[in-house]
Every structure is written in C-alpha cells, then in structure tokens.
C-alpha cells in the first residue's frame, strides 16, 4: 500500500512538472521574471519572521541544555525532555532558515544565469526549453514555498504551546506559594 502512494505521488509530481515544463515554454521571461520577485519577497519575509523566532528560541534552547547537563539525578529527565523539545524548535526555526536562503539564491541568480546564457547562440535557439525549465522551477520553488509556511506555522504552534506550558507552570507554583503563605 505504501508503495502505491509513493507510486501515485511521483506520478502526479512528473505530470505536474510536465505541464509545467510545456506552459512555461509558452510564457516569456518577463513574465516568469515577476513570479520569481514575488517568491524571493515571500522567502524574506519567511525568514524574517523565522530569525526572530530564532532569536527568541536560542536562548531558551541554550539555557534548558545547561538546565540538563546541572540537573540532579531526580530531576534530569524532565530536563532532558524539555531540552530535546527546545532544541528540536530550534532547529525547526535553522532549517526553515537554510531552506529560505537557497530559494533566495535560486531567485537571484535566474537573471544572471539568463544573461551569461544568451550570450550563446545554440541557447538562444533552444530559449523556449530554457522557458519551460524556468517555469518548472518556478513551481517547484512555490512549492517549497507552501512547505516553508507551513514548517514556520508548525514552528511557531511547538514555541507558543512551550511559552504557554512555561506560563502555566509559573500560575501554578506561584498559586501553590500563595496556598503555603495561607
């Protein structure tokens, strides 16, 4: 079963690129020229949001690993676990940063790979091949764009449950050191 899905998913990526590759064909550069801007724009945003997500995760991820490697006997699992869960945050946040550098790159090197490449003749000739290549990246791209969103929504629901869970222990102890008080 899981092999027919694999089967059926690369089916219907090959398709999707195939139609891609022949409508790109068809559409000039110009036009491609405008999509790839709105990608790059979208992939900076993306890792806008995600370094300031960065930034604020770092040190929390730092300060819960040293939290486990000083904790008692008693203690150290839970510390483990929630520097693991840190950490794994973390590193959702660096990879989601990685991934929108390389659409970046591709999005800015497309104009100059176009110019060094009409400056041959055999490119020129084939140019609509080059279209057609050009637009397959640019769904391949937008798609990884969608993934980015949803790894960077995904990200930030795992930081926010971890705040809200902080916070919720902190009512708790402070409810519980009111109690003792009484």
Do not use: C, H
Not at 26 to 46: G, H, L, M, P, W
Not at 136 to 155: E, H
């Amino acid at each position: 079963m899981k092999w027919l899905l694999i089967i059926l998913a690369s089916s219907i990526a090959l398709v999707t690129l195939y139609f891609l590759f022949i409508a790109g064909k068809n559409i000039s550069y110009e036009a491609q020229s405008k999509y790839f801007d709105n990608v790059r724009t979208i992939a900076s945003i993306i890792f806008g949001v995600t370094g300031a997500w960065l930034a604020i995760t770092y040190p929390k991820a730092l300060s819960s690993a040293s939290a486990a490697r000083q904790a008692s006997a008693d203690e150290r699992t839970e510390a483990l676990n929630r520097a693991t869960e840190d950490s794994k945050i973390l590193i959702g946040f660096v990879r989601t940063m990685i991934i929108s550098i390389v659409v970046i790159a591709i999005s800015l090197s497309v104009p100059f790979v176009k110019e060094i490449l009409a400056l041959y003749q055999w490119a020129i000739d084939i140019k609509e091949y080059f279209r057609g290549i050009l637009y397959t990246l640019l769904g391949i791209t937008s798609i990884v764009q969608l993934a980015l969103l949803g790894l960077t929504l995904r990200n930030t629901y795992l930081a926010l449950t971890e705040l809200n869970r902080e916070t919720a222990e902190a009512v708790t102890r402070a409810e519980r050191d009111r109690n003792r008080e009484y």
